[in-house]
């Protein structure tokens, strides 16, 4: 059971925009901690896809952006490609656990 | 290019010992916190261990307190993670990762780059 909590799954269509939830506590992201998500596609190794809240590294599409407010974050991703279809998390860190932590995880399906 | 590289992973009977190692090129290992992370089949990710540049500090998830050791050998570009005491529930794609530069408030930061990971299986 993570601190940070996760959809386990959503889906959507090619060209739709689609969000993905990670809520927290005052002990995560209500705590003022950033949160970052990865991408991992199937059978790969998970990849940096957004860091401090809302800052995409070098070479992720602009299609993908983050936010956070109070003790929630969402990604979301907008112009929905197949490529897309991957399982995606979020982290922060969790005072309570004196650790970092990862939300259990959103499959994405493309339609 | 940054790569990261995991080995030693393998099959361990239950209550045995594991060393990993993650070999790093293309960056400035010294100057760089470094992470492990691991994922159980079919599960999601989970946080296990870091250390920052010059090993002043190492952190452990509850999980594995006690049993596993993060080192590393910033003369070799290599990092390390000892793992005793093993069971069934440490059985998981082990990845090492790359953390911030420096050591302030390392749990916080992103990782960045990722290894292709090494197969831990605890079983008898």
């Known amino acids: 059971q993570s601190v940070l909590t996760q959809p386990p799954s959503v889906s959507g269509a090619p060209g739709q925009r689609v969000t993905i939830s990670c809520t927290g506590s005052s002990s995560n992201i209500g705590a003022g901690y950033d949160v970052h998500w990865y991408q991992q596609l199937p059978g790969t190794a998970p990849k940096l896809l957004m860091f401090a809240n809302n800052n995409r590294p070098s070479g992720v599409p602009d299609r993908f952006s983050g936010s956070k407010s109070g003790t929630s974050a969402s990604l979301a991703i907008t112009g929905l490609q197949a490529e897309d279809e991957a399982d995606y998390y979020c982290q922060s860190y969790d005072s309570s656990l004196s650790g970092s932590a990862f939300g259990g995880g959103t499959k994405l399906t493309v339609l | 290019d940054v790569q990261l590289v995991e080995s030693g992973g393998g099959l361990v009977k239950p209550g045995g010992s594991l060393r990993l190692s993650c070999a790093a090129s293309g960056f400035t290992f010294s100057t760089y916190s470094m992470i492990w992370v691991r994922q159980a089949p079919g599960k999601g990710l989970e946080w296990v261990s870091s250390i920052t540049p010059s090993s002043g500090y190492m952190f452990y998830a509850d999980s594995v307190k006690g049993r596993f050791t993060i080192s590393r050998d910033n003369a070799k570009n290599s990092l390390y993670l000892r793992m005793n005491s093993l069971r069934a529930e440490d059985t998981a794609m082990y990845y090492c990762?790359?953390?911030?530069?420096?050591?302030?408030?390392?749990?916080?930061?992103?990782?960045?780059?990722w290894g292709q990971g090494t197969l831990v299986t605890v079983s008898s």
């Open positions: 990762a790359r953390g911030p530069e420096g050591a302030t408030a390392i749990l916080t930061k992103w990782f960045d780059p």
